[in-house]
């Protein structure tokens, strides 16, 4: 015993892939029936296999929608977000937003990490809607959503929030998203912001930070 | 000649080349890398003898043999690796995971290790030495080591073995005499070489794989530790945690994996538990289920 020695022509088959291409090996509806399958190898292969078929259609993206609390498996779960990230298409957007109003925080960090992982001009559009929200709680995962995108309208987007939100936290939220990213052009709603709650002192302090980090000091 | 501007490809074609490299190898490049980039792109396009972009990816995509994308991704992999690199998570092997692993295996049982972006074979050669001399049980298993790399070339260099000082440099002399040979004539022409003995060559069993191709990860399973070291640093986000999700279907429950010491799997993915041993933290695949 001790380290197997190989022998010639033993060892691992890792298959040639002849068009150096990735998950066309598996057809959509195979990948579709195999989400359902009873071993949760198979349903996050299939997952993995919609993930990388372009846009597989709608379809399997409410059939992956489906398996994201319908599936008792982590791993499933995780290889769904994946792959709806990974589809990236305005309907895969659409199908993870609202999982942002569920209880399970864990869930609805990775659907916030998925919209943050598809490019900023396909998540956007999906999170924008919730800051018009009533549940400020939904509107405060939207800005921290679309905190996380690389775009250009990102500022005024969390500008506006400062601006208008009448809920302070949904403010707060804005205020710690532009801080992260340093917007010193937010500087004038950070101080609309402090005005508008003038007796609250966590805003004074949270503006106050951002503003000394737009500063440099 | 190649078509490239002086101050290189236009941001268009470099994006279209970055989402076409990004999407069949699961290799990230930015605007950061675009010195690295450009330079090799346009040595490929004047060796294939294409002038433009366009017809550059054409190749890419359509030549049969996909001998041109392998020739690209290898040049634009970094493999400057060395022996007993971050040896703390070497010891941290044989000082605490594999005991755990054996806890509850027969002796006898197979015990499979995969380094995962081996490069020039440095990593599986030192874990393959690390387990004869310091692993009081390595003759109870079958201990199997896998070891694989996106680029063809460093794996011909990996399985023959033979290495400088530079890449010797952090093994200690008893080692490096009882494990390496001298090399003599033209391969050590240009300074001194040594070459790993054939009961370690034959000891690593060595693959090419793009771990971003599912079907090719396939082929690894039941794998109880996987070494992924300063590899996933290529990728983007979503590529990093559709690469934590192969990992994960490649390990075997209660399997470990080792990312190298800047990377943090909890950045990557929440399937893994963090697990804290005295020389190194390593993320566990939990027994059954997921971490979250």
């Known amino acids: 015993m001790g380290l197997v020695r190989k022998k010639p022509g033993t060892g691992i088959a890792v298959p040639h892939v002849d068009d150096h291409g990735m998950g066309a090996s598996v057809g959509t509806a195979d990948a579709l029936a195999g989400l359902g399958d009873a071993d949760p190898a198979v349903r996050r292969q299939a997952a993995h296999a919609l993930g990388q078929a372009g846009d597989p259609g709608p379809a399997a993206i409410a059939a992956l929608a489906g398996r994201i609390e319908g599936d008792g498996d982590p791993g499933v779960r995780e290889a769904v977000l994946t792959a709806l990230a990974r589809i990236a298409s305005p309907a895969a957007a659409a199908a993870l937003v609202p999982f942002l109003d569920r209880e399970d925080a864990a869930l609805r960090n990775a659907v916030l990490e998925s919209l943050q992982q598809m490019p900023a001009g396909v998540a956007a559009p999906a999170l924008l809607p919730l800051l018009d929200h009533s549940d400020p709680d939904l509107r405060i995962f939207a800005v921290q959503g679309l905190g996380g995108l690389v775009h250009p309208d990102r500022a005024a987007w969390l500008a506006a929030v400062m601006e208008h939100d009448a809920d302070v936290n949904v403010g707060l939220a804005a205020v710690e998203a532009l801080a992260e990213a340093g917007s010193p052009e937010a500087l004038s709603s950070l101080e609309r912001l402090a005005r508008r709650f003038p007796g609250d002192p966590f805003v004074a302090f949270a503006v106050d930070t951002a503003r000394s980090s737009f500063r440099g000091g | 000649m190649a078509d490239i501007p002086a101050e290189g490809l236009p941001p268009a074609d470099y994006a279209a080349l970055c989402d076409f490299l990004r999407a069949r190898t699961g290799l990230s490049f930015t605007e950061a890398k675009r010195y690295f980039v450009d330079r090799r792109i ?45 040896k703390y998570q070497l010891d941290c092997l044989v000082r605490s995971v594999l005991d755990e692993l054996a806890r509850n295996r027969r002796p006898g049982s197979r015990l499979r290790i995969w380094s995962a972006g081996c490069a020039t074979g440095e990593e599986p050669y030192s874990i393959a030495i690390m387990l004869l001399e310091q692993w009081s049980r390595v003759d109870e298993y079958e201990i199997e080591i896998l070891a694989s790399d996106i680029d063809s070339a460093v794996l011909e260099r990996a399985r023959e073995g033979i290495y400088d000082e530079r890449a010797l440099q952090g093994l200690p002399a008893h080692l490096r005499s009882k494990y390496f040979q001298p090399v003599r004539g033209a391969l050590a022409a240009d300074g001194a070489r040594w070459r790993i003995i054939e009961e370690l060559r034959e000891s690593v069993d060595f693959s090419l794989v793009n771990i971003a191709d599912p079907r090719q990860v396939q082929a690894f399973r039941g794998i109880d530790v996987i070494f992924c070291r300063n590899l996933l640093i290529y990728f983007d986000d979503l590529g990093r945690r559709e690469a934590a999700g192969m990992f994960y279907d490649a390990l075997a429950p209660n399997g470990f994996i080792c990312l190298g010491h800047s990377e943090s799997m909890s950045r990557m993915s929440s399937l893994f538990v963090p697990r804290r041993f005295p020389d190194a933290i390593l993320y566990q695949k939990p027994a059954e289920g997921g971490a979250s």
Do not use: C, I, K
């Not at chain 2, 040595?43 to 990816?57: I, S």
């Not at chain 2, 995509?61 to 290898?74: T, Y």
């Open chain 2, 42 to 86: 346009a040595a490929r396009m004047a060796a294939v003898g294409v002038a433009t972009l366009r017809d550059y990816l054409n190749v890419l995509r359509f030549q049969a043999s996909g001998e041109e994308l392998q020739r690209l991704v290898n040049l634009m992999t970094v493999n400057e690796t060395y022996f007993f690199r971050e």
